[in-house]
């Protein structure tokens, strides 16, 4: 009875491991990168793009000429200038978008941002708003298919979200670019397959204005994407993923850069499983909603590199445990068979999604790249975590 109970106490630390494989297995139908398609209706919707800008001066020229020429007569593209001390209104203006400007030091965050742009368009409602970062591009056809998938739906829709690193990058940079590829396309491919609903990420995202209009924007949590998608799932509106076009960005290339711009992305990650991952779990059990039960699966899983450490520790601990009292052969049983899942399951995301960024010899260096990341978390428990700023990349 001990040893059950033991095992039982250390279960809720393996269900990450479980289900990462359970996404991973049920995205394996696509064997790569999906193409882009253009989609083309007789009847388009109007739609907005907003694009966030905080002192973004430096890319945002290439992401306002992708957009403009996808939009369509009667569609808008609205730069939002947050908080910005350099020239990106000014360089907006000149490039033929609509930017419009807010400063306010105590309201700082994209999500403010998008409240803004929001509240600007309420005089002149579109039928749907797209968001995409300032430092994106959109692949061809990418604002008609997702408006039209969008509008016809009703729900939110999210596009493919990529990130890669120079060509000729480091082991660490295509580290980065892998993990990037198997969170925003290997679980959420999987999360849609199995519960048709995937988590929002914040660029390359579209909602129906009447979804839009009422979405509690104005917040200054790190992943306020993340938060408006599982809102919108509980209320009936489960995202989208559209996986036949994307919205592509680039890694930066100093290691030192790198590492605050992920610290800010996980730490948000953390803080929303924290705060958002009990009552989700609550609605999923209550409801049996599949939508609600993935969101719940896909939120539950660290980010990678903290959740590697963190098992690997456990599985060494159990095992020790068991060896000196056997009461704790059953838990040492239960950490080997999780561990088990999650190495698999990073080894099916590789072989199908990731062969191309690195060798089998560099995967099986990835745990280097873990400990890199550990004053990442040590941070985080110290409550030394970040909020919206742009992050400095070389040029």
């Not at 569609?75 to 908080?83: E, F, H, Q, S």
């Not at 892998?178 to 679980?187: C, E, I, P, T, Y």
């Not at 999780?338 to 190495?343: E, K, R, V």
Request: positive net charge; glycine residues 6%.
């Amino acid at each position: 009875m001990i040893q059950l109970l033991l095992a039982l106490a250390l279960l809720p630390l393996m269900l990450p491991a479980f289900s990462l494989l359970v996404l991973t297995v049920a995205a394996l139908g696509v064997r790569k990168v999906p193409s882009t398609t253009v989609v083309s209706t007789r009847s388009a919707p109007r739609v907005a793009v907003l694009v966030p800008a905080h002192n973004e001066s430096v890319h945002l020229l290439p992401t306002i000429a992708c957009l403009q020429a996808q939009l369509r007569p009667g569609d808008r593209l609205v730069v939002v200038a947050d908080n910005c001390i350099d020239d990106t209104a000014a360089l907006g203006r000149e490039a033929g978008a609509f930017v419009i400007e807010r400063h306010d030091d105590t309201a700082r965050g994209k999500g403010y941002a998008l409240a803004f742009g929001v509240d600007y368009l309420r005089a002149d409602p579109p039928d749907v708003v797209m968001v995409v970062d300032a430092d994106c591009v959109v692949s061809p056809g990418a604002v008609a298919a997702i408006a039209h998938d969008c509008h016809e739906t009703g729900h939110p829709v999210q596009m493919l979200n990529l990130m890669s690193a120079d060509e000729g990058a480091g082991l660490r940079m295509r580290v980065l670019e892998f993990a990037m590829r198997v969170k925003n396309l290997v679980r959420p491919l999987g999360s849609y397959r199995l519960g048709h609903a995937c988590h929002l990420m914040g660029t390359g995202m579209a909602l129906p204005w009447s979804l839009m209009s009422t979405a509690k924007l104005a917040t200054g949590h790190i992943t306020e994407d993340m938060k408006l998608g599982i809102e919108l799932t509980q209320a009936g509106f489960a995202p989208r993923f559209l996986v036949d076009v994307r919205v592509s960005s680039a890694f930066v290339t100093d290691t030192g850069v790198a590492r605050v711009q992920k610290s800010r992305w996980e730490h948000g990650h953390l803080a929303t499983i924290t705060e958002e991952l009990p009552g989700l779990l609550r609605s999923a059990v209550t409801t049996l909603d599949p939508a609600l039960i993935v969101l719940a699966m896909d939120l539950m899983i660290p980010p990678v590199a903290f959740y590697f450490l963190t098992i690997f520790a456990i599985l060494a601990l159990a095992i020790v445990a068991a060896l000196v009292w056997p009461v704790f052969v059953a838990a040492a049983v239960l950490a080997a068979i999780g561990t088990a899942c999650f190495a698999l399951a990073v080894g099916l995301a590789w072989f199908y999604f990731g062969r191309q960024l690195l060798s089998a010899r560099e995967l099986l260096a990835t745990p280097l790249y873990a400990l890199w990341k550990l004053p990442v978390y040590v941070a985080y428990f110290l409550k030394k975590r970040s909020g919206w700023t742009r992050t400095k990349r070389k040029v």
